[in-house]
Every structure is written in C-alpha cells, then in structure tokens.
T-cell receptor, first 115, second 112 residues
Framework: KAGVTQTPRYLIKTRGQQVTLSCSPI?????VSWYQQTPGQGLQFLFE???????NKGNFPGRFSGRQFSNSRSEMNVSTLELGDSALYLC??????????????FGPGTRLTVL | LAKTTQPISMDSYEGQEVNITCSHN???????ITWYQQFPSQGPRFIIQ???TKVTNEVASLFIPADRKSSTLSLPRVSLSDTAVYYC?????????????FGGGTRLMVKP
C-alpha cells in the first residue's frame, strides 16, 4: 500500500496570502488529521476529519480551516498568512480515527515558509 | 490548559536500555497513550500504544501506572539508529471534542 502523501512538499508565501495544502491518506483510511510542527511549539494538533466531517479541533484561530472529500483526501487552508505560520504541516491518516486504539500514519509533511 | 511533558533530551550508549517518561495529567478517560519516533525531515512513526498496565511489542515496552497520569517508553538495547526524537501523544478533552496533545519531544542521542 502507498503511504500518506502530501503536496506540495515545500512552499514559500508572503504575509497576507493564503495557502492550500493537500493530503492523500492511505487507501481505505477514513480519518485524516493535521498537525503543525515548529521548533518553538513542537507538534500541535490542528483538526481531524472523518467521513467529510470535522470531528475534533485544536486551539488554532479560524484562519486555519480544512475539508475532506468523499475519497478521504483532505485539504488544509490557511488564510491571511502570518510569519508565525511558517512550519512543517503534517498530515496523518488512520482507519477509524484518533480516539481509542488507533495508529496514525504520518506523511512527510509540507514545509511552509512565510516571508 | 493541559500539558503533556517529557524530558527535552537524553543520552545513552549502544546496548543500554532507555526509559523515557511522559507526564499527562489531563488524559481523557477513554483515550490511549501513543508513542512516536521522528527522524529529521520525516513524519513521526508509530512505536507503541497502550491504555493501562504494560504493553510490549517487538521494538519497545510501554508502562502505564493505574492513574494513567504518566507513561514510560522503554527501549531495550538501543543502537545508533535509535537516535531520534520521541514523542508521546494523548487525547485531552476540550470543548471541540478530543484534542490530541503531543509532548514536547525527547531528543535521544545514542553514542557508540
């Protein structure tokens, strides 16, 4: 089985712009979660989508949003980019979700740099 | 705000056993504790998961006390290739449901 794929791998944007990141989960996985990783804040949970519905959400402002399509592929959007949004954005998929006994499989991440 | 804490770094030598402890005071009642390993420029990779007591697989053991407010990842006989950052992950209930919370990560350096 192919692993979790994320596109693009690297992205450079300027302040005020918006960006959309894409994640394709492992075939058959219905849950996709997004994380932000920075040197200062570490790994932080953004949100989880399951069967096209947002199921859980972290403590991020409304500028961060996402969606999931019927084929379980997910996109994450960040509007009005700030310098502090520079980070590695990781996507993870799992068969049934993040609660309980479920292993998450992570993609390689998208490195976003905001200038 | 719930905090999940781990030591920032640890050093060890090849062949030794390494124990990394994570403190998670506000873990959700029904949630599991999961540990991940991360190498530079890669996403985290699953190591082990447990709910209570002890779990063992081919690469590690996980010890969880009865109150579940902490957990200890045990890596037997580490090798140089185990040099990586190790994260614990637990679920904490917030207003929006189950918010997954990573520890800050423990950078393990294995020396020859």
């Amino acid at each position: 089985k192919a692993g979790v794929t994320q596109t693009p791998r690297y992205l450079i944007k300027t302040r005020g712009q918006q960006v959309t990141l894409s994640c394709s989960p492992i075939s058959g996985h219905r849950s996709v979660s997004w994380y932000q990783q920075t040197p200062g804040q570490g790994l932080q949970f953004l949100f989880e989508y399951f069967s096209e519905t947002q199921r859980n959400k972290g403590n991020f402002p409304g500028r961060f949003s996402g969606r999931q399509f019927s084929n379980s592929r997910s996109e994450m959007n960040v509007s009005t980019l700030e310098l502090g949004d520079s980070a590695l954005y990781l996507c993870a998929s799992s068969p049934t979700g993040t609660s309980g006994h479920n292993e998450q499989f992570f993609g390689p991440g998208t490195r976003l740099t905001v200038l | 705000l719930a905090k999940t804490t781990q030591p920032i770094s640890m050093d060890s030598y090849e062949g030794q056993e390494v124990n990394i402890t994570c403190s998670h005071n506000n873990i959700a009642t029904n949630d599991y504790i999961t540990w991940y390993q991360q190498f530079p420029s890669q996403g985290p990779r699953f190591i082990i998961q447990g709910y209570k007591t002890k779990v063992t697989n081919e690469v590690a053991s996980l010890f969880i006390p009865a109150d579940r407010k902490s957990s200890t990842l045990s890596l037997p006989r580490v090798s140089l290739s185990d040099t990586a950052v190790y994260y614990c992950l637990v679920g904490v209930l917030n207003n929006a449901g189950n918010m997954l919370t990573f520890g800050g990560g423990t950078r393990l350096m294995v020396k020859p």
